[in-house]
Structures are given as structure tokens and as C-alpha cells.
């Protein structure tokens, strides 16, 4: 299993941007798909994004379309969420998640390995 840790939540107004990042341990980081869930207060987690392992595939939950992006460095074992335009209905803790495989996956129950989470909160 991969550690992952991710970082660069935090308040802002609406409209405004920020950037999370993920970090994970390991060598094998390039043979692991990668997502981006969040949760929301009283909410079920849900699917934000998610890369496959070269970056050359991408999909988005349509309520992020446009507005986020997700990328990837293999050489620093780091998976990104650029987010602009943000809304207050973004607010939530956001995840990072991984599993090993070739295939994109956007599924909660198909990754086996997700971090702590980091708290992104928008303001109206």
C-alpha cells in the first residue's frame, strides 16, 4: 500500500482558487491510478477526479467541469487538484486516493489506499 498526504487546503472566497497536492511514498507511484473524492458536512463521500498513470487520461464529476483540473508529477511522486472558481458548495474535505493499476478508476470502493484528507472551505 502507498502512504499518501495530502496538502494545500484552506479558506477561500468564492471565485477564488487553490491547489491541492497529494504526495505519495513509495517507488512504484507511477503504476498507481489516482483519484480525488470529497465530503461534505452530513454528505457521502463523492468522486471530484481522477488520473491514470501516465496523466494521459482525466475524468471529472460533471459539477467540476471546467473549473478543476488534475495532474501529475511521476518523478515527485505527486498527484495535483488545480481548483478555480471555486463555490461555496465546494466546500468539503477533500481526499486523495490510490490503486495500483493501469486502468482509470473512479470508483470509492476500487481504491485501496487514501489519505487523510485536507480541508478546503469557500466563502460567499
Known amino acids: 500500500q502507498v502512504q499518501l498526504v495530502e496538502s494545500g487546503g484552506g479558506l477561500v472566497q468564492a471565485g477564488g482558487s487553490l491547489r491541492l497536492s497529494c504526495a505519495a511514498s513509495g517507488r512504484t507511484f507511477s503504476t498507481y491510478a489516482m483519484g480525488w473524492f470529497r465530503q461534505a458536512p452530513g454528505k457521502e463521500r463523492e468522486f471530484v477526479a481522477a488520473?491514470?498513470?501516465?496523466?494521459?487520461?482525466?475524468n471529472y464529476a460533471d459539477s467540476v467541469k471546467g473549473r478543476f483540473t488534475i495532474s501529475r508529477d511521476n518523478a515527485k511522486n505527486t498527484v495535483y487538484l488545480q481548483m478555480n472558481s471555486l463555490k461555496p458548495e465546494d466546500t468539503a474535505v477533500y481526499y486523495c486516493a490510490a490503486q495500483r493499476t493501469f486502468q482509470l478508476v473512479t470508483t470509492a470502493p476500487a481504491f485501496g489506499s487514501w489519505g487523510q484528507g485536507t480541508q478546503v472551505t469557500v466563502s460567499s
Open positions: 488520473i491514470i498513470w501516465s496523466g494521459l487520461i482525466t
